[in-house]
Antibody
């Protein structure tokens, strides 16, 4: 069974940093693009970042570019999201997700980890 | 950025109904469109990709159609477990973007 388990969320002050992790099991992790998608309370889904299967290509939403860094460790089957200079509007549930065919949509989602940015 | 607009925002339906959810793109996305279902407190679930291909394990009552800028998700006979929020998503151009969602609620 494919499982994506996020960790690392929590409460942080504006301007602070957090690093999210996502442990994958039941898949050949190195064969898939991976993504972070977030959802603010009561709001819709927003793509945050993507990374290709070997980690050589990444993409970011304009709202997080220069502040967030996506990375992966294929030996550890783990995806990361380093979040710096956090803002109140970064408050959301962050979903780790697996890219489907071609890597450009999501066919498997984690359960999400909550990030709250507040003073 | 390609803006995805879903309508209506809320759809009040009864079990057994045949709702059709609309999704419009601000520019052509060809058939690079996916649909997701999200229930309260849960992660989204992929229903459709390629505008019309059902994902693994998705019941045949879910069908997708359209190309270019106009897309539709149809549920042929709504079941109680289908009450949820539905999102469309384009993946032709980065950043990939979602619609704001259609809430299918019990009438």
């Amino acid at each position: 069974e494919v499982q994506l388990v996020e960790s690392g969320g929590g409460l942080v002050q504006p301007g602070g940093a957090l690093k999210l992790s996502c442990a994958a099991s039941g898949i050949t992790f190195s064969g898939y693009w991976m993504h972070w998608v977030r959802q603010a309370p009561g709001k819709g889904l927003v793509w945050v970042s993507r990374i290709n299967s070997d980690g050589t290509s990444t993409g970011y939403a304009d709202s997080v570019k220069g502040r967030f860094t996506i990375s992966r460790d294929n030996a550890k089957n783990t995806l990361y999201l380093q979040m710096n200079s956090l803002r109140v509007d970064d408050t959301a549930v962050y979903y780790c997700s697996r890219g489907g065919k071609g890597g450009v949509y999501v066919d498997v989602w984690g359960q999400g980890t909550t990030v709250i940015v507040s003073s | 950025e390609t803006v995805m607009t879903q309508s209506p925002a809320t759809l009040s339906v009864s079990p057994g109904d045949r709702p059709a959810l609309s999704c419009r793109a601000s520019q052509s996305v060809s058939s690079n469109l996916a649909w997701y279902q999200q229930k309260p407190g849960q992660a989204p679930r992929l229903l459709i990709y390629g505008a019309s291909t059902r994902a693994t394990g998705i019941p045949a009552r879910f069908s997708g159609s359209g190309s270019g800028t106009e897309f539709t998700l149809t549920i042929s006979s709504l079941q109680p477990e289908d009450f949820a929020v539905y999102y469309c998503q384009q993946y032709l151009t980065w950043p990939w973007t979602f619609g704001q969602g259609t809430n299918v609620e019990i009438k």
